[in-house]
């Protein structure tokens, strides 16, 4: 019998259904794009009430569309971390009501591991693992060393900045919508990745597996309106806009690329898994595929419909059921939090 993932880190209400056999039978996404384009980033307040709003309509429609009924599921699985506290207990509420409900299992899960597993979910186990694995989204961009789809350690990650947050500002700054990805994407086609020299900051040390995009986004920034330029510049438009955007486009995929080399030197790992929103960047994606060619390390890309925040990547919980674990109604979104000694501090007060 399937089980029902639920995800609500950020601002994707999702939920889908997903046999044992990693069988996706639905997949729900509420996007919340429009809620948070005016703003061009997310707003937690706004996006924990829209999770509010859309949770149970979600879960219904990936039941329906699954062809299952709900007393058929045999677990519940729902990402606990990481994300915005108020989104991550909206899914954990509903999980527990469905779980307690349904006298089924609930499983926590965690979303970057989760982002990495789309790669086990499109191209199946053989050959991944271990792997290098990238992970390159809105609020993360890390490097692990992946020995099983349960086992990831770190080995670097941005130190400011994640790739997606530098794509959505520079859209920003460029005057586009958001979620700047794709905006900044489609104003590239044309561009000339040459036209503007912009840095790739912390790309040639080889020393750490640390990445940055803050220089790159203010430089960026300087570039569009240089110091001294009054406030009410009009964004870039036609052939400017186009060469700006392909050469922040290229200088960010540049160092992502530069990092995603030298861990597998230093790991040695003969493949290579991505995931995350920012891998669904088509420079990037054709890139990763280079460098693999060139490295002769085997690349797992999932679709972009995985790239993306979705719940059919929770069918990582499946690998959690294997081991027997069931975490019961006491799963916390705040893991190691000491609660008790919370309590004693405040009541002294
Ligand atoms: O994984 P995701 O959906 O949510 C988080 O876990 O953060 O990633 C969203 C991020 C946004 O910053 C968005 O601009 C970026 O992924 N993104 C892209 C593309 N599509 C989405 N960045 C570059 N190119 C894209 N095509
Ligand atoms: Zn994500």
């Not at 997949?27 to 829209?50: F, I, K, M």
Request: hydrophobic share 45%; aromatic share 4%; glycine share 10%.
């Amino acid at each position: 019998m399937p089980l029902l993932a639920i995800e609500t880190t950020c601002d994707e209400t999702a939920a889908a259904v997903i046999t044992r056999d990693r069988v996706v039978l639905s997949s729900v996404v509420a996007s919340q794009d429009e809620l948070h384009a005016r703003w061009r980033g997310v707003v937690p307040e706004v996006a924990s009430r829209a999770h509010v709003e859309r949770i149970v309509p979600v879960i219904d429609e990936a039941v329906s569309r699954s062809g299952i009924a709900k007393t058929e599921l045999e677990a519940v699985a729902v990402a606990v971390s990481p994300g915005l506290v108020g989104s991550l207990l909206v899914g954990l509420a509903a999980a527990k009501g469905l779980a307690a409900a349904l006298e089924i299992p609930i499983v926590g899960y965690d979303h970057i591991a989760a982002h990495l597993y789309a790669c086990r979910l499109a191209h199946g186990a053989s050959g991944i693992y271990p792997c290098v694995g990238l992970v390159a989204s809105g609020g993360h961009t890390s490097l692990f060393h992946v020995k099983s789809p349960l086992e990831l350690e770190r080995l670097g990650g941005t130190i400011d900045d994640a790739a997606g947050e530098a794509f959505d500002k520079a859209a920003s700054l460029l005057g586009l919508g958001y979620p700047g990805g794709p905006w900044i994407e489609r104003a590239a086609v044309g561009g000339n990745p040459k036209a503007h020299r912009l840095p790739r900051p912390l790309a040639n040390d080889r020393e750490r597996l640390d990445l940055s995009f803050s220089g790159l986004k203010t430089a960026l920034r300087y570039l569009v309106r240089p110091p001294g330029a009054p406030a009410d510049t009009p964004p870039p438009t036609g052939q400017r806009l186009a060469d700006l955007a392909a050469s922040f486009q290229q200088a960010a995929v540049d160092a992502i690329l530069a990092k995603v080399e030298l861990a597998l030197d230093r790991t040695g790992c003969r493949s290579l898994a991505i995931g995350g929103g920012v891998t669904a960047n088509t420079l990037l994606r054709e890139s990763i595929e280079q460098l693999g060619r060139r490295k002769g390390v085997a690349v797992f890309i999932p679709p972009r419909s995985l790239c993306t925040d979705n719940a059919a990547m929770g069918a990582i919980a499946w690998e959690r059921l294997a081991r027997g674990e069931n975490d019961g109604l006491e799963l916390d979104v705040l893991p190691g939090t000491d609660r008790s000694a919370a309590r004693r501090n405040a009541l002294r007060r």
